[in-house]
């Protein structure tokens, strides 16, 4: 059964940093790409950052430079370093993992973890 389990998350203040985690079983984790997401009260998840299968990364534009995407495929872990964090990354952080065969993408979520950047 595939189980994606986030942790790392808390309260730290403006210009601080946070290290997230991802374990993730169930699954061949080297085959899927992992990504983060995060939804703040009243708006939208959105993307964050993604790691492939093969180790590329992708970034959300406020994000760069700011946040780092990796990946343990030996110990089924992906995490993200967050820098410099601001009051608007203030949100819940999910971590996804998916995969696409046949032309049908399988994805998966995981619970979320709080993350509040106040002071």
């Known amino acids: 059964q595939l189980h994606l389990v986030e942790s790392g998350g808390g309260l730290v203040q403006p210009g601080g940093s946070l290290r997230l985690s991802c374990a993730a079983s169930g699954i061949t984790f080297s085959l899927y790409a992992m990504g983060w997401y995060r939804q703040a009260p009243g708006k939208q998840r959105e993307l964050v950052a993604v790691?492939?299968?093969?180790?590329?990364?992708n970034y959300a534009d406020s994000m760069k430079g700011r946040f780092t995407i990796s990946r343990d495929n030996a110990s089924n872990t992906v995490s993200l370093q967050m820098n410099s964090l601001k009051p608007e990354d203030t949100a819940v952080y999910y971590c996804?993992?998916?995969?696409?065969?046949?032309?049908?993408?399988?994805?998966?979520w995981g619970q979320g973890t709080q993350v509040t950047v106040s002071s």
């Open positions: 996804r993992a998916s995969r696409t065969r046949a032309s049908r993408t399988y994805a998966y």
């Open positions: 790691i492939t299968s093969s180790g590329s990364t």
